[in-house]
C-alpha cells in the first residue's frame, strides 16, 4: 500500500471514518474540518465521541488545525461534506491545491440551486485536468469505522486513479470497486436519499414490507430513467452505488434519511425532525433538486414527487400514497 498523505477535509461521521480506514493500512492521514472545538477534542480523545466513540484512531492519523496544515505533504484529499457545503468547501480549498494533488469525494447529491452533481461543480471551480473521483455505495460509518467488511464504487473518468485509490483505500474487511461511470454513481447517490425518506414514511404509517419493497424497486426504476436521460450506463443502477445503496438506506434505521421518514409519520414537522436528527438529511433538499433536475430533463419520477409534496407542500403521506396507488396502469418497463 502507498505511504503518500491522503488530507480528509470533513470531521463529521463519514469523514472520520473513511480517514480512520485510509490510516488503518498505516497511510499517514490528515483529519480536518470548519469545528474548531470539536477539533481539539478529537486531538485529545483520539477518537470522535460526538460521531463514532467506539472507534479508536490509529497512530498514522492525526488532527490538522487549519486547512493548509491538512494539506502538507498531501498526495490525496478526500472531501466528506453535505452537498450544500460542497462548493464553497472546493473554492476554500483551490488556491492551496498543489498541481500534483488529486481530489476524491464521499459527498452525495446534487447541487440545490443548480441541480449539478459534485463531479460538474468540482469541475467548474477546480478545472477539467485535474485527477478527481467520488466514492460511493452502500455504507454505514460506524460499521466501516468498527472495521466490519463493507463494499463500495470509486468512480472517475481517470481509470488509473480510480485504482490506485480503490487499491489504497482496500484492506482486509474493505473492498473497494472502480467504475468510470461518474455520472451513474452521483444519481444513484442522491436520489436514493429522497427514496430513503419514502421508506421511513412508509414504514411509520405501517404500510407493511410489501409497500416497502415496492417502493424500492419502482424507486430504482425512477433513478435508472433519470440516470440514462442525463447520459449515465444503466447497469451502473443495478450495482453498489445503485441497487446497494439504495436498499441499504431505505431498510436500516443508521440511515438518517430513513429515520427522518420515520419521525414524519410520527407526527413530526420537518423542521423538528431535522432537529431531533441533529445532523444533515440529505434528503430532504434532494427532494427538491431532484424535482428540478427531473422536470427539466422531461423523467417522470411519482415517488419522488411525492416525497417533494409531503416535505415542501405540506401534503399528508396517507394521501400521497392513495394518490400513487390510483395512478394509470401501465407496463412495468416504462
Given at each position: 500500500m502507498?505511504?503518500?498523505?491522503?488530507a480528509?477535509l470533513?470531521a463529521?461521521s463519514?469523514g472520520?471514518?473513511?480517514a480512520?480506514?485510509?490510516?488503518?493500512?498505516?497511510?499517514?492521514v490528515?483529519?480536518?474540518?470548519?469545528?474548531a472545538?470539536?477539533?481539539?477534542?478529537?486531538a485529545?480523545?483520539?477518537?470522535n465521541?460526538?460521531?463514532l466513540?467506539?472507534?479508536?484512531?490509529?497512530p498514522?492519523l492525526?488532527?490538522?488545525s487549519?486547512l493548509?496544515q491538512?494539506?502538507a505533504d498531501?498526495?490525496?484529499?478526500?472531501?466528506a461534506?453535505?452537498?450544500q457545503a460542497?462548493r464553497?468547501l472546493l473554492?476554500?480549498?483551490?488556491p492551496?491545491?498543489?498541481p500534483?494533488m488529486?481530489?476524491?469525494w464521499a459527498t452525495k447529491g446534487?447541487?440545490?440551486d443548480?441541480g449539478?452533481?459534485?463531479?460538474q461543480?468540482?469541475r467548474?471551480?477546480?478545472g477539467?485536468?485535474?485527477p478527481?473521483?467520488?466514492?460511493s455505495?452502500?455504507?454505514f460509518?460506524?460499521e466501516?469505522?468498527?472495521?466490519?467488511p463493507t463494499?463500495m464504487?470509486?468512480?472517475?473518468?481517470?481509470?488509473?486513479?480510480?485504482?490506485?485509490?480503490a487499491r489504497?483505500?482496500s484492506?482486509?474487511?474493505?473492498?473497494?470497486y472502480?467504475?468510470t461511470?461518474?455520472?451513474?454513481?452521483?444519481?444513484?447517490?442522491a436520489?436514493k436519499?429522497a427514496l430513503?425518506v419514502?421508506?421511513?414514511?412508509?414504514?411509520?404509517l405501517?404500510?407493511?414490507?410489501?409497500?416497502?419493497?415496492?417502493?424500492i424497486?419502482?424507486?430504482?426504476?425512477?433513478?435508472t430513467r433519470?440516470g440514462?436521460a442525463?447520459?449515465?450506463q444503466?447497469?451502473?443502477f443495478?450495482?453498489?452505488?445503485?441497487l446497494?445503496d439504495l436498499?441499504?438506506?431505505?431498510?436500516?434505521?443508521q440511515?438518517?434519511?430513513?429515520?427522518f421518514?420515520?419521525?414524519l409519520?410520527a407526527g413530526?414537522t420537518?423542521?423538528?425532525?431535522?432537529?431531533?436528527?441533529?445532523?444533515?438529511?440529505?434528503g430532504?433538499?434532494?427532494?427538491?433538486?431532484i424535482?428540478?433536475?427531473?422536470?427539466?430533463a422531461?423523467v417522470?419520477?411519482p415517488?419522488?414527487?411525492?416525497?417533494y409534496?409531503v416535505?415542501?407542500e405540506?401534503?399528508p403521506?396517507?394521501?400521497a400514497?392513495?394518490a400513487?396507488m390510483?395512478?394509470?396502469?401501465?407496463?412495468?418497463?416504462?
Amino acid at each position: 500500500m502507498s505511504h503518500a498523505p491522503v488530507a480528509v477535509l470533513g470531521a463529521g461521521s463519514w469523514g472520520t471514518a473513511l480517514a480512520v480506514q485510509f490510516a488503518r493500512g498505516g497511510r499517514p492521514v490528515s483529519l480536518w474540518g470548519r469545528d474548531a472545538a470539536l477539533l481539539s477534542q478529537l486531538a485529545a480523545a483520539r477518537c470522535n465521541a460526538r460521531y463514532l466513540p467506539e472507534v479508536p484512531f490509529p497512530p498514522a492519523l492525526r488532527i490538522a488545525s487549519t486547512l493548509p496544515q491538512a494539506l502538507a505533504d498531501a498526495r490525496d484529499v478526500l472531501i466528506a461534506v453535505p452537498s450544500q457545503a460542497f462548493r464553497a468547501l472546493l473554492q476554500q480549498l483551490a488556491p492551496h491545491l498543489a498541481p500534483a494533488m488529486q481530489v476524491a469525494w464521499a459527498t452525495k447529491g446534487f447541487e440545490l440551486d443548480s441541480g449539478k452533481l459534485p463531479h460538474q461543480v468540482a469541475r467548474e471551480v477546480l478545472g477539467a485536468q485535474r485527477p478527481m473521483a467520488v466514492l460511493s455505495g452502500p455504507t454505514f460509518a460506524r460499521e466501516v469505522g468498527a472495521g466490519l467488511p463493507t463494499a463500495m464504487t470509486i468512480a472517475s473518468a481517470d481509470e488509473a486513479y480510480a485504482a490506485t485509490l480503490a487499491r489504497e483505500l482496500s484492506s482486509a474487511n474493505f473492498r473497494a470497486y472502480t467504475s468510470t461511470d461518474i455520472q451513474g454513481v452521483e444519481i444513484g447517490g442522491a436520489v436514493k436519499n429522497a427514496l430513503a425518506v419514502g421508506a421511513g414514511l412508509s414504514d411509520g404509517l405501517g404500510f407493511g414490507a410489501n409497500t416497502r419493497v415496492a417502493l424500492i424497486t419502482r424507486g430504482l426504476a425512477e433513478m435508472t430513467r433519470l440516470g440514462v436521460a442525463l447520459g449515465a450506463q444503466p447497469q451502473t443502477f443495478i450495482g453498489l452505488a445503485g441497487l446497494g445503496d439504495l436498499v441499504l438506506t431505505c431498510t436500516d434505521d443508521q440511515s438518517r434519511n430513513r429515520r427522518f421518514g420515520l419521525l414524519l409519520a410520527a407526527g413530526h414537522t420537518p423542521q423538528a425532525a431535522l432537529a431531533q436528527i441533529g445532523q444533515a438529511v440529505e434528503g430532504y433538499g434532494a427532494a427538491r433538486a431532484i424535482r428540478t433536475v427531473a422536470q427539466r430533463a422531461g423523467v417522470e419520477m411519482p415517488l419522488c414527487a411525492m416525497v417533494y409534496r409531503v416535505l415542501h407542500e405540506g401534503l399528508p403521506a396517507r394521501e400521497a400514497v392513495r394518490a400513487l396507488m390510483s395512478r394509470p396502469i401501465r407496463s412495468e418497463t416504462e
